[in-house]
């Protein structure tokens, strides 16, 4: 069950976050960094899933950058990401 969603903008780009309840009663934050590729981190709470996700979330789009660069692929282009 969706609870919240947000925006967090990281190097231009803006990305959304989406926080979910599992049935168990698990919370976990989800955001689509590109096609079929995505970032999930899971917490006891609404306010820490959300908190350690905001906190990853530029880890994970500066490897991404970095990877794509060493592999002298193209960076995708700036904006919003769904």
Do not use: W
Not at 5 to 27: M, P, Q
Not at 49 to 78: F, I, M, S, W
């Amino acid at each position: 069950m969706l609870l919240h969603s947000s925006e967090l903008e990281v190097n231009g780009e803006t990305f959304s976050i989406s926080v979910f309840c599992s049935a168990a009663g698990r919370f976990f934050a989800k955001t689509c960094l590109g096609e079929e590729d995505f970032i999930i981190t899971d917490g006891p709470s609404l306010t820490e899933t959300l908190k350690r996700h905001e906190d990853l979330l530029p880890l994970a789009v500066g490897t991404r950058e970095l990877t794509q660069c060493y592999l002298g692929n193209p960076r995708r282009p700036r904006g919003r990401r769904p």
